[in-house]
C-alpha cells in the first residue's frame, strides 16, 4: 500500500505522539537524574562522615580501622560509591585550610594505598570510561606517590598505558609520572614499543614535566636506553630534555653530527642548541646555511633561527649568505635573525642592500616592514588599554 494512501491526519498524529513520547521521557530522565544526584549527595554525606572518623583516629592513633579499608575494597567496586568517596574527599579537603589538616588527609589517602591496589583488578575488567577515571582519581588522590618499589598499581597504569583510547593512555600515564618512579615510567616506554601503540608525542614530552621524582635522572635513564625506543617515543624525550637541562649538549651534538639520524631527531637537537647555546655547535650550524642548496631545507632554516644564539661577525656574514637561498623559508629565517634578533641597522646591511640579489633585499624589507607594523600594533594597544 503506498504511504499517500493513508489520510493526512493519521500522520499528523503519528508525529504528534511521537513528539509526545520524547517530551516524557525528556521529563521522566529529568527527574531521574535529579534523583540520582539526591543519592550521589547522601552517600557522599554518609562517606564524608565516615572518612572524618577515620582521619581522627589517624591522628591520635597513627592509623586506620582494617574493617574500614576492607568495606571500601568492597563498597568502591560501585562507581557511584567510587563518586561519592571523590566528592567526599573533594569537600573535605575544601573545608580544611589548615595545613595540618589537609596534611593529614594527604596521610589517610596514603593509607588508602591496599585498597586501590585491590580494586585494579576490577576497574581493568570495566569499560574504558571507568578505566580512564579510575587513574585519574589515582593521580588526584596520590594513592601510590613516591612509592620506591614496582609494583601491582604501576603494573595496572603501565596496561592502561597502551589502550586504544587516548583517554585511557593520558589518565594512566599521567597517575604514572605522579607517582615519580623511574622505573615505572620506563616500563611504560618499553611496552609503548613493544605494542607499537604510541600517544600523542606533545602529551608525552609536557606529561614528563609533570614527573614527581628526579627528572634530571629520569631524562638519563630513557636517553640512555634511546637505541630501543621509535622516533615517535624517542622526539617526546628530547623535547621534554630541552624544556629541562642543559646536560645533555654533548650528548646533542653527537646526534647533529650524525648523518643517519633521523631526521626529525637532528631538528629537535638544533632547537635544543637555539636554547642552550653550545660553542662547539656553532660550526655546525653555519654549515648547515651555507650548504643549504646541498641538504634539506628545513635544516638550514631551523640553524638560521638557532644562530641568533651565536653572536659574532661570522655569523653575521653566515646569515647575509643565507639571503640568497632559493627557498623561501631560510631566506625569511635568516632575515628575521639578522633585523629582529640582532637588530641590525640598514647602515650594516648596505652590501645586501647594494648587491645584485633582488630577493634578499625584498626578504630584508619585508621583514623590517612587517616587524614595524606589529610595532605599531603594540603602541595603539597600550594606548587602548
Not at 509526545?20 to 557522599?44: E, H, M, P, Q, W
Not at 596521610?107 to 585494579?120: E, I, M, W
Not at 661577525?313 to 633585523?339: F, H, I, M, P, Q
Not at 637588530?343 to 614595524?372: C, F, H, M, T
Request: charged share 30%; aromatic share 12%.
Amino acid at each position: 500500500m503506498h504511504i499517500l494512501s493513508f489520510r493526512p491526519e493519521l500522520i499528523i498524529y503519528f508525529y504528534m505522539a511521537n513528539c509526545l513520547a520524547v517530551l516524557i521521557f525528556n521529563i521522566i530522565y529529568i527527574f531521574a537524574d535529579r534523583l540520582k544526584g539526591k543519592r550521589l549527595g547522601t552517600r557522599s554525606l554518609k562517606m564524608a562522615d565516615m572518612l572524618r572518623e577515620q582521619m581522627a583516629r589517624l591522628d591520635a592513633f597513627g592509623d586506620v580501622e582494617q574493617s574500614h579499608l576492607d568495606r571500601l575494597a568492597v563498597s568502591l567496586k560501585k562507581l557511584e560509591n567510587m563518586r561519592a568517596f571523590e566528592r567526599s574527599v573533594d569537600e573535605i579537603l575544601a573545608e580544611n585550610g589548615n595545613p595540618e589538616q589537609r596534611e593529614l588527609a594527604a596521610r589517610y589517602l596514603k593509607c588508602l594505598r591496599p585498597v586501590f591496589l585491590a580494586l585494579t583488578d576490577c576497574y581493568e575488567r570495566r569499560d574504558e570510561i571507568e578505566q580512564a577515571y579510575f587513574a585519574s582519581l589515582i593521580e588526584k588522590f596520590g594513592i601510590d606517590r613516591g612509592h620506591v618499589s614496582f609494583d601491582g598499581i604501576m603494573e595496572f597504569l603501565n596496561r592502561m598505558a597502551v589502550k586504544r583510547d587516548v583517554y585511557v593512555r593520558e589518565n594512566a600515564l599521567k597517575a604514572l609520572y605522579s607517582i615519580g618512579n623511574q622505573e615505572a615510567v620506563l616500563a611504560a616506554w618499553e611496552k609503548m614499543e613493544a605494542t607499537r601503540i604510541y600517544h600523542n608525542q606533545k602529551l608525552l614530552a609536557d606529561g614528563l614535566l609533570k614527573f614527581t621524582g628526579d627528572r634530571v635522572a629520569l631524562a638519563w635513564t630513557l636517553w640512555k636506553r634511546r637505541e630501543e625506543f621509535d622516533v615517535l617515543l624517542l622526539l617526546p624525550v628530547m623535547q621534554f630534555i630541552r624544556f629541562l637541562t642543559d646536560d645533555f649538549q654533548e650528548e646533542f651534538l653527537k646526534l647533529l653530527h650524525s648523518q643517519t639520524a633521523d631526521k626529525e631527531l637532528r631538528l629537535e637537537a638544533i632547537r635544543y642548541f637555539r636554547k642552550y647555546p653550545y660553542e662547539a655547535a656553532r660550526e655546525e650550524l653555519k654549515r648547515f646555511v651555507w650548504y643549504q642548496e646541498y641538504i634539506d631545507w628545513e635544516y638550514a632554516a631551523m640553524a638560521a633561527t638557532a644562530l641568533l644564539a651565536y653572536p659574532g661577525a661570522d655569523t653575521v656574514d653566515c646569515l647575509k649568505e643565507g639571503l640568497k637561498a632559493s627557498n623561501w623559508y631560510v631566506r625569511l629565517n635568516c632575515a628575521e635573525s639578522l633585523v629582529k634578533g640582532m637588530k641590525l641597522p640598514k647602515w650594516q646591511l648596505y652590501d645586501v642592500y647594494n648587491g645584485n640579489d633582488r630577493y634578499a633585499r625584498e626578504i630584508l624589507d619585508y621583514v623590517a616592514e612587517r616587524s614595524e607594523i606589529r610595532g605599531q600594533e603594540m603602541e595603539l594597544k597600550k594606548e587602548n588599554v
